[in-house]
């Protein structure tokens, strides 16, 4: 498989955007990767830290041009603030079907709903 191209401008929708992953992103990257949640329901490490992000970037890109995923950052619109990230994974291009992964800062998570008490 040759390398993705994956578009230069955000895809937006209403108030989110889908954006390939800037150098920029590392400190915000970090951050959002510790929360708990992140860890506990995916393969974040605990502890995380610039490092592990500039990791995760470069293996994002070497993806890339491997062609065997198409990764984004989720960002609010218009604010560009970084906000979680979505990737297409595992693609198998012979069945012309993908996975997907993500993850949302806890700031851009819904709250949980709670049942409502009986009187």
Do not use: N
Not at 4 to 12: G, H, Q, Y
Not at 94 to 101: K, P, S, Y
């Amino acid at each position: 498989m040759s390398a993705l191209s994956l578009p230069a401008d955000p895809l937006v929708d209403g108030p989110t955007a889908l954006r390939p992953w800037r150098k920029a992103d590392v400190s915000d990257l970090a951050r959002i990767c510790r929360d708990e949640e992140i860890v506990r329901w995916t393969a974040v490490p605990r502890a995380y830290g610039e490092a592990d992000a500039r990791l995760y970037l470069l293996r994002r890109h070497d993806a890339i041009h491997a062609g065997t995923a198409a990764p984004f950052a989720i960002v609010s619109h218009p604010q560009a603030e970084l906000i979680g990230s979505i990737s297409l994974v595992r693609i198998a291009w012979e069945h012309l079907r993908a996975e997907v992964g993500y993850f949302l800062a806890r700031d851009a998570r819904a709250p949980a709903t709670r049942p409502a008490r009986s009187a």
